[in-house]
């Protein structure tokens, strides 16, 4: 097994691409590590169109043992006082049943539970992530 973390650009824009240095092959598992990220007073939405699930409703577990997710985002990420700018670390953990076999983008947005992009309000947002592969045997 392989382990690679990527670092989301710290940008204003709540819809933007990322393009990886290496390609990332038969991903089977993805951890959101940290998040910088505005929030509204309801959960934000990380989603990442590369890591959706092809499951419906696949969850996301945090550590604290809660289990949820809506629609087939990547990622939720927990709710604070409204308009507070918000640091968490915890490990959001995303298991795919059949692995990823190509990730060489990112397709980042985040936005709330209708799948509507986050207004920042100059607010820049981040996340570190870590990808597990699988490593090809010759």
């Given amino acids: ?12 824009s709540s819809q933007y691409t990322c393009y990886l240095p290496n390609i990332l092959r038969d991903v089977h598992r993805v951890e959101v ?5 505005i929030v509204s007073g309801t959960p ?4 990442i169109e590369e890591l959706r699930s092809p499951v419906y409703n696949m969850t996301a577990t945090l550590n604290s043992g809660d289990s949820t997710t809506k629609y087939s985002s990547f990622a939720v990420l927990p709710e604070t006082t409204a308009g ?6 915890y490990p959001i953990v995303i ?5 990823i076999g190509r990730v060489d983008k990112l397709t980042v947005t985040w936005s709330d539970e209708t799948g509507t992009p986050i207004v920042t309000g100059g607010a820049k947002m981040s996340a570190l992530l870590r990808f597990f592969t699988k490593r090809n045997r010759v």
């Fill in 84 to 89: 507070v700018y918000t640091t968490q670390q």
């Fill in 95 to 99: 298991d795919y049943p059949c692995p």
């Fill in 33 to 37: 590590l940290f998040a910088n990220y």
């Fill in 1 to 12: 097994m392989d382990v690679k973390n990527v670092l989301l650009p710290s940008t204003t």
């Fill in 44 to 47: 934000v939405y990380l989603d």
